[in-house]
């Protein structure tokens, strides 16, 4: 850590890149990043649009740090991004110059809006999604990497816990080792989210460095089918939105089969599962589609799919 501990003092002399940061809010601590070209992303994810990338050492501001996709260097390993809102996006703490591989004294992001959750437990799902929960021993070994996953995509609040539990109810009974019945092909719907195509195992492995194509059976590994299915929702597509905005439809269509009767059944079973995290009734929930999301979504890409779901909407989604 000998480079991060000297930029650290380059910081302290003020030699750092000018021009990029201005007052320091009350809230924030002041550290410095290393090195040259180093991105900032719109959220804690290497597949996260760049938003910035600075062209130096450069002083910045950091409000909160959140827990993320894991980077490493020469100079070493984490899994925690800064927030800079100045910047408005996260730097990977790799590049700032501490010898910790998460910042001291700064507080994770998202802890002030919502009170913390606590994991889903089987007997959660099992009333919620009465009939559609798989065997109790198999359910209950995965839990705890789908509470993880959970945790890492933000599912964090009752409305995005109800579509993603829902998805993974109709998906997989919630069992994370379920390969798609009666359909050989090679790359049939496996794991929570029943990941299906070759487009999609391909999409999956480059993100997590793994050969999904040459080893499909990982899709419904314990290892690895809860962070595909995180993979999916905030990867290959951003699904948190349409649950904020109670657009079960939306979700429905991004999770790629074509609309139909299953619809009707997810968005009950999406307003039963409002009413059990939130304890009262569930408000209106909107269950209709675009008209370019009606078939299979599949194999769109998520510019595809997004540009799809927005047609006619003034991009509002």
């Known amino acids: 850590m000998v480079l991060r501990r000297f930029t650290t003092l380059l910081a302290g002399l003020g030699i750092v890149a000018a021009g990029l940061v201005t007052a320091t809010p009350a809230h924030a601590a002041v550290f410095s990043t290393y090195g040259s070209g180093v991105n900032v992303r719109a959220d804690a994810y290497l597949s996260a649009a ?8 450069t002083s910045i501001d950091v409000d909160c740090q959140k827990h993320g996709d894991r980077v490493t260097t020469s100079e070493g390993t984490s899994e925690w991004w800064a927030h800079v809102p100045a910047l408005g996006g996260y730097v990977t703490v790799v590049y700032i110059s501490v010898p910790e591989d998460k910042l001291p004294g700064v507080a994770e992001c998202g802890g002030d809006p919502e009170p913390p959750v606590g994991d889903i437990t089987y007997a959660d799902l099992t009333a919620m999604f009465p009939g559609r929960v798989g065997v109790q021993s198999t359910v209950e070994t995965g839990l ?6 959970m945790r890492d ?30 359909d050989t092909s090679t790359y049939a719907g496996r794991g929570y989210i029943q990941l299906t195509g070759s487009a999609n195992y391909g999409s999956a492995g480059n993100y997590f460095g793994i050969n999904l194509l040459g080893s499909p059976d990982l899709a419904l590994s314990l290892q690895w089918s809860a ?9 290959a597509r951003n699904i948190n939105p349409y649950a ?3 657009k079960m439809g939306r979700v429905n269509a991004a999770i790629g089969y074509p609309a139909g009767a299953e619809d009707g059944r997810r968005c009950a079973s999406f307003s039963a599962a409002i009413a059990y995290l939130t304890g009262q009734p569930a408000p209106a929930v909107n269950c209709s589609r675009t008209a370019k999301t009606m078939g299979d979504t599949s194999k769109l890409t998520r510019a595809q799919f997004e540009a799809a779901v ?8």
Do not use: M
């Open 50 to 57: 760049v938003v910035t990338t600075l062209p130096g050492p």
């Open 144 to 149: 705890p990497s789908l509470n993880q996953a």
């Open 153 to 182: 995509a933000n599912i964090n609040t009752p409305y995005r816990r109800a579509a993603f539990l829902t998805t993974l109810a109709h998906e997989s009974r919630l069992e994370y080792n379920i390969h798609q019945g009666g």
């Open 227 to 235: 962070p595909i299915a995180r993979w999916y929702w905030t990867v």
């Open 244 to 246: 904020d905005q109670l």
């Open 310 to 317: 927005n047609e006619g909407t003034n991009g509002l989604g």
